[in-house]
């Protein structure tokens, strides 16, 4: 393991505990839970009677929100992530819940060895994907585990929020790229940004075509969503609007590929 996945180890250890309280505390974090279990839900046919055939790989999953919503849809679902306290918070969050599935302590980076079988799909959500080093490599390990005509979603913190410059403005700040160190669990973490378009042109598009990319949380931040809430409900329905016309403004991206059937 290098230098650099034993810092995010070590960063995430120490989020793992408090984790899903922050986020459950963020109002746009949930909503984007909410979009991200509906585009799952369509991508990897869940809704549809039979879910219990799906295999799902969850790549840095963190304490699990998505991997387990998606085992008790009734997916099989194996879970991987660097960090091993984030993986003991899933495995205690399954216990309780009752939820069996597969976690592994393993970085995204050693995909390549590692004997996990065929997957109808695979998902990586929250960031996990800005703190991944080389997503050409990814891109080929996917390919290789997953069946033809299988999805990849993917949702990662993109290189343009347009809220966040709009705010910076208001506040007398010239726009400028997005911090590329992010404080996590007393580390600093270099968080590399990245736009869903760009990923796919230069990372995936050899073996995966394009299904949708867009923006989440391209108008609305958090703070506003606090000030306003009950003006909530029409903004988050606007902001779905303009992620879909402007996929590469919002602080998040969600970049659904499919694996091309050869
Ligand atoms: C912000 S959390 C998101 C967790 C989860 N996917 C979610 O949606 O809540 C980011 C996770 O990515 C993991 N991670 C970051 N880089 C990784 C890598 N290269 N390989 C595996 N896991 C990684 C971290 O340990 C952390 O648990």
Redesign the pocket.
């Given at each position: 393991v290098s230098q650099r996945?034993e810092i995010?180890?070590r960063a995430?250890d120490a989020?793992?505990p408090t984790?899903d309280a922050k986020?459950a505390e963020n109002p746009v974090a949930t909503w984007m839970?909410a979009q991200l279990w509906a585009h799952y839900a369509r991508a990897f046919g869940l809704s549809r009677a039979r879910t219990s055939g799906v295999r799902l790989l969850?790549?840095?999953?963190?304490?699990?929100?998505?991997a387990l919503h998606l085992a008790e849809a009734g997916a099989e679902v194996v879970a991987?992530?660097?960090?091993p306290g984030?993986i003991a918070e899933l495995q205690r969050r399954a216990a309780v819940r009752n939820v069996r599935l597969e976690a592994r302590v393993?970085?995204?980076?050693a995909l390549g060895n590692a004997p996990l079988g065929q997957f109808d799909g695979a998902l990586?959500?929250?960031?996990?994907l800005n703190?991944?080093?080389d997503l050409q490599r990814l891109s080929r390990d996917l390919a290789r585990l997953l069946k033809p005509g299988g999805r990849v979603v993917l949702?990662a913190l993109n290189s343009f929020c347009l809220w966040e410059t709009v705010n910076g403005l208001l506040h007398g700040k010239a726009p400028r790229p997005r911090q590329e160190y992010t404080p996590i669990g007393g580390e600093l973490l270099p968080h590399r940004f990245l736009d869903g378009s760009t990923v796919w042109r230069e990372m995936f598009a050899s073996e995966f075509a394009c299904r949708e990319v867009y923006g989440l949380s391209v108008i609305v931040a958090p703070t506003w969503v606090r000030r306003a809430p009950r003006l909530a409900p029409l903004a988050l329905r606007l902001d779905r609007l303009a992620g879909r016309m402007f996929p590469r403004a919002g602080d998040f991206f969600v970049l659904d590929l499919q694996k091309c059937a050869r």
């Open positions: 996945l995010v180890a995430h989020l793992a984790y986020l839970r969850d790549i840095a999953a963190g304490t699990g929100a998505d991987i992530d660097v960090s984030m393993m970085a995204a980076e990586s959500a929250f960031a996990g703190t991944i080093d949702h």
